[in-house]
């Protein structure tokens, strides 16, 4: 079989991209191996591009009161519901890495109610799938909730802005047909991986 | 009655905003002759304001294959799929204007099936509600139907992402119950205005 | 542009109809300035016309412990939930005009759950949207939390058979393509209006 | 047991009714030998009792391109898919008698697209299952296969008309807790009745 | 009319049949006095025939928490939802038999909330159908509730067990197009049968 | 933490089984390495469990025109549907190891619609899904689209029974909450694996 398209738009040649985008791809290739495919794809569209990524970046790298490992559940748990393939897949890679837990990002995709997490965090994902799947219905109820398990209101917009930006992310994943990298299918699994 | 909150989240003063924030809304202020809650709600966050404008300009600033209102009508109609009252408020308001059409937000709002739009506008709204609903069923059959009303693929890009990224937006109004400001309701329903 | 049609089916001129039944649509004229498209479009079966507005008036124009304003409530909400152009934007001018506030109609059409109504008005709209989707599920349970609002049992009746009335005023609407009078649009939104 | 009540509402002592329920009241007694609980339970309500039985005999009763039959199976169709047991059990039996069918009413009950129908039957349920369902999508391919089916717009009219009648009575007897009489369950199951 | 085929696929004449398979229908037969069609359309394939019959027995006829007429109750709900024309019908003979009661099968197939049942079957019920439906989100809270009507965790075992059965049923009888016996729609109907 | 329970129901110590059931864990013990949770969470009751396996060779084991990758996809893809746990993981290990592709398994659990599958494979999963989700639905027209990607009839029959057997089966595991063993989750996922 022949190499799988990534996307259903051009993906650019390095060479022809803005500099500050080439070298942020040059910068991900060098920490990680490879270069994921999200950051190729989206090239296609360089200010875009941009805006993606600085959203990302202020969610997902900050300082907060969610680990980077339950930032990475929302987005696995609600990417699943989303049927968004690139999205599992990658960030299951790097729930795993950060987990430190070959087996919470399957569970996590297939039904986080069964997945090895604290009561915590079981609140933390149903709040995100509400928000995923019909945030018009979000009250003074689910911040009521959540701060019983001891979020702090920061801590719910978090969950919120990273379920709503993964929502962007999903459907644009989802109508280019983003293929995620074969890299990122074995990563994490081995146990006690470090 | 006391003057609602616009947002759960605090709101911060102008003044002690960074620059670029708060000379974005002073222009904003300037041009509209007031300063739409967006701004001042997301500004409790300003990195996550400076990409979530950054990317709402990269879609509905620039050249595209879809006129400004019909971006305005895709924002209006996948809102209210999502129950999202700032955004079906003040982009009907936009709308209105854009399209020097007072009836058209509200049509496009409850049924876009039954408003006084073109098959190739019909054809483009079922596209951005299935994104918006069910993204992961886009599929060949979405695109050729899209081509056959005359949309390249940029065009469809366009509709996707706009789609996007008021999946983003509406659920982030929803869950800091942004309140849309009452100037919106009024603007662009005289008939003829221009 | 040509007028656009008002109804998928032939709407009768008015000299041809049966006495009573223009002799209310002229009072309405008379009354209103402009004869609302639901007398003429249903005029096409006067036997149907007078069991409908018969029915309509025994519920809306009636005593009852709920004011007029709260029953134009449930009819925009559970119009908007069966997207009915007709039925949302002309009650939603009647709301406007009853409860003499120009914002009420677009909240409660896009999302009554962030309106500006009372917990008793919201537990009587969350009510009349279950009727309206899934009346099979009505139990004790929903009179019991009716109940603690301060509804009495004829209330509840009012409410469900408003939602149900409009049940059927929604799906006639939707199928003969019932088309709102432009009037309607713009009716009550002048604020502080009388 | 005792005697399950036949509504949550009181059902008033014929004595007191206006003479013309009463009457009606009398005569489908007469006719049926036992009151249908549908009249009892409603005439707690008068005004909304004739509006009722007005509409529903405008388009019951009446020449129509539909045999008598067929407008029962819409009934029952639509009512099933509405969870109303008084509608499911009492159209039912008058099913089974008009049709001289004693299988199809549980058929059409159950899953029309496996009922012993013809295909144009089966059509006309199609069309008004999604009437029911989601009168909002309905649009000119429903009318066009309709038409291909020998149905004419008057027709249409009739289906779209019953389906949303009993939208209204389906709700209603929800809510009420409307209970079939006993008689229902039994009529018309006589093999070759008549 | 021709008789109607009771499956889409073929129906093995019984002396063609394996000797286990035959005796199998032959005693049902001789005990009921015709053979319910599921022996007829399944023996198609006599090792899923086996399994089938295998399983329906260690859950339908053994000793139990839930009385037989229970079982067939959560047969006859679960079915419903699943648009079943064959185990509703024939289920629902059985159903009457042997709760001796001709108006509960109809009640429990339209809904279940209006039936002649009492709460721990209502309990009993609305869990089954939450395992039809959803059983990804079955958890601790519907044990708890289940224990609280006074069923140890065997019977819900049970009540699990049989809804995945007719799961299996339900669906493979579906596809094949299995037809009801026209004998089982008047079985058990009568008054005070035995 | 301590070892996750893999059941909620007693898992009987292999001495305490019936010599069958204890042979044929022993047996797949013996072949695999280890035993599979689903042979000795089932143990807890006997007769079910001896039905439940007959079933699942009968389907899984023969001879068939769907290759024993393409059965497994069938049992992926409506298993993460269901939301459960076990089979999407066990059965995604059997798939990986059948198809010997690493990839495959995760793609069609996520979303068929993406994954490295045939068109033909594609109809069949299709099929497979509407048979899980609304088997009453099925009716000629997906067996012609079936037949026009070749699957004969018997084909059908195994796509349907396989999406059959394992709607039981997700919601057995989905009740008692079947633990999937830790070992599946690498199984297969070396490149090249033979």
Redesign the interface.
């Known amino acids: 079989?022949d190499t799988?398209a990534i996307s259903?738009?051009p993906v650019p040649p390095l060479g022809t991209l803005p500099d500050d985008v080439r070298t942020r791809i040059l910068a991900v290739q060098e920490k990680s191996g490879f270069v994921p495919n999200v950051f190729l794809t989206l090239a296609?569209?360089p200010?875009?591009f941009?805006?993606?990524f600085?959203?990302h970046d202020?969610?997902m790298e900050?300082e907060s009161g969610l680990t980077k490992a339950e930032r990475e559940m929302i987005v696995v748990a609600t990417s699943?519901l989303?049927?968004?393939?690139y999205c599992?897949?990658a960030h299951?890679a790097i729930l795993r890495v950060r987990a430190k837990n070959?087996?919470l990002a399957?569970?996590v995709?297939?039904?986080h109610?069964?997945?090895?997490i604290t009561p915590r965090q079981r609140a933390m994902l149903d709040f995100a799938l509400k928000?995923?799947a019909?945030?018009?219905?979000?009250?003074d109820e689910d911040?009521e909730r959540l701060r019983s398990h001891g979020f702090g209101?920061e801590d719910?917009?978090d969950i919120?802005?990273i379920?709503?930006?993964f929502?962007?992310?999903?459907?644009?994943a989802?109508?280019?047909?983003m293929?995620p990298n074969?890299e990122f299918?074995?990563l994490g699994?081995?146990?006690k991986s470090k």
Chains 1, 2, 3, 4, 5, 6 share one sequence.
Request: overall charge positive.
């Open positions: 079989m799988p259903r738009y296609h569209r200010e875009e941009r805006a993606f600085a959203y202020a969610l900050k699943a989303n049927g968004c393939q599992v897949v299951g070959p087996l399957d569970q995709a297939i039904n109610r069964k997945a090895d928000v995923a019909e945030s018009g219905k979000v009250g911040f209101d719910i917009w919120a802005a379920t709503a930006f929502a962007l992310s999903n459907r644009m989802n109508v280019i047909g293929r074969d299918y074995l699994r081995m146990p």
